[in-house]
């Protein structure tokens, strides 16, 4: 099974920062990673696809990067809203894996 | 607009089993592969299973291999999973999500839990 190492565990930024989230694969998965961000008592919303392919309607300050077996979301000028748990899948072959999350809280 | 609205949680014992169902719309159920994700209290995401979108094709971790089964209705636009022999460490709020370009869309979840 491929595992997903994702860090940091928590993080804490001021409005207005930029952040980034990594999330590290035990091998090569192709670019088939996945962010969401979730939000307490939410099911988790779709960011980002194929590492860097924003989803319709997610704000241009979040981008996806990587290759190989490193990816990392970057969150450019923190808004309030982005206060969240935000986890990477990689959807490259079964079991599918998720990172165990990140908690973003913003100061 | 794409929904997704999962029913049929519940409390159960353990050992016993439960289905869930996932009532999908707002897109052509037929034409996309669908899965369930779990998410225990307080912890991190779990794949639980996945099924393509004829229903030929089923894909489970071994968590839950020989236990679960995905289904699809695709004349009912409805997704299920039939969780058998269930154990205190399948409690979790489940998921239902659409397998597009990744596992884009999601319900809003449905809260099974296994206790005594």
């Known amino acids: 099974d491929i595992q997903m190492t994702q860090s940091p565990a928590s993080l804490s930024a001021s409005l207005g920062e930029t952040v980034s989230i990594e999330c590290l694969a035990s091998?090569?998965?192709?670019?088939?990673l996945a962010w969401y961000q979730q939000k307490p008592g939410k099911s988790p919303q779709f960011l980002i696809y194929?590492?860097?392919s924003l989803q319709d309607g997610v704000p241009s300050r979040f981008s996806g990067s990587g290759s190989g077996t490193q990816y990392s979301l970057k969150i450019n000028s923190l808004e309030s809203e982005d206060a969240a748990t935000y986890f990477c899948?990689?959807?490259?072959?079964?079991?599918?894996?998720f990172g165990a999350g990140t908690k973003l809280e913003l100061k | 607009e794409v929904q997704l609205v999962e029913s049929g949680g519940g409390l159960v014992q353990p050992g016993r089993s439960l289905k869930l169902s996932c009532a999908a719309s707002?897109?052509?159920?037929?034409?996309?592969?669908m899965a369930w994700v779990r998410q225990a209290p307080k912890k991190g995401l779990e794949w639980v299973a996945s099924?393509?979108?004829?229903?030929?094709?089923?894909y489970y971790p071994d968590s839950v291999k020989g236990r679960f089964t995905i289904s699809r209705d695709n004349a009912k636009s409805t997704l299920y999973l039939q969780m058998d022999s269930l154990r205190s460490e399948d409690t979790a709020s489940y998921y239902c999500?659409?397998?597009?370009?990744?596992?884009?869309?999601w319900g809003q979840g449905v809260m099974v839990t296994v206790s005594s």
């Open positions: 707002g897109f052509t159920f037929s034409s996309f592969p």
């Open positions: 999500a659409r397998h597009g370009d990744t596992l884009d869309y």
């Open positions: 099924i393509s979108s004829g229903g030929g094709g089923t």
């Open positions: 194929y590492a860097s």
């Open positions: 899948l990689q959807d490259s072959e079964y079991p599918y894996t």
């Open positions: 091998e090569d998965i192709y670019n088939n």
